[in-house]
């Protein structure tokens, strides 16, 4: 079967930086992406790496290592309005995502 | 960027009932899809509306439960036939960007689904 698991929970202070792990085990594999969603909106995309390394986007970054089928998401400079849910997502076919199970990140003063 | 639009917003139905979702790009797209989404849960990709051909369907999704039409471009139906209350949940249409080969997804914002 398919899975991509991501801690169900993240609390982290404003300013401060956090990280979101993602492993991953699917029967294919394009790319990993991250989106957030805030409650009650809609999925926004933050960032997709199909090659291994970093890749950097302001105060966000993702980091990818298809060997060992795993990703994280860091978010520098926290603010209040990063708290929201970021789910992992594998790009599995030609254009299909499969989610991950998500992670709830609040930020606290 | 595209703009996505859905109809209803939220709805509440009786169970055995059936409810037809209906979903806007603002500019042409080759593929949309359709998820399910519990409250603080993932997102389940339903199926994928091909323009021109038959959906595609997901394991444990079919077609007699979710039929779906994409007469044109920018345009798509997703309908919960014969409702039960374990349709309850958010679903959510979705197209690729243009020009990032599939890699960046946009998203509609939710129809909210309830069933009694």
């Known amino acids: 079967g398919q899975s991509l698991e991501q801690p169900s929970e993240v609390t982290a202070v404003e300013g401060a930086i956090v990280q979101i792990n993602c492993t991953y085990q699917t029967s294919g594999f394009y790319g990993l992406s991250w989106y957030q969603q805030h409650d009650g909106g809609a999925p926004t995309f933050l960032s997709y790496n199909a090659l291994d390394g970093l890749e950097e986007t302001g105060r966000f970054s993702s980091f990818l290592s298809r060997s060992d089928s795993y990703g994280y998401l860091l978010l520098q400079e926290l603010q209040m309005k990063d708290s929201a849910s970021y789910f992992c997502?594998?790009?599995?076919?030609?254009?299909?995502?499969?989610f991950g199970t998500g992670t709830r990140l609040t930020v606290i003063p | 960027s595209a703009v996505i639009s859905q109809k209803p917003s939220r709805d509440i139905c009786q169970r055995g009932t059936s409810l037809t979702i209906q979903c806007q790009v603002d500019?042409?797209?080759?593929?949309m899809f359709w998820y399910r989404q519990q409250p603080g849960q993932s997102l389940t990709l339903i199926a994928t509306a091909n323009q021109g051909s038959e959906a595609t369907y997901e394991s444990g999704f079919v077609i007699d439960k979710f039929p779906i039409s994409r007469p044109n471009l920018t345009f798509s139906t997703l309908t919960v036939s014969n409702m039960s209350p374990e349709d309850s949940s958010i679903y959510l249409c979705s197209a690729p960007r243009d020009g990032t080969g599939g890699n960046e997804q946009f998203f509609g914002p939710g129809t909210r689904l309830t069933v009694l």
């Open positions: 500019s042409q797209v080759t593929m």
């Open positions: 997502a594998v790009r599995t076919g030609a254009n299909n995502l499969f």
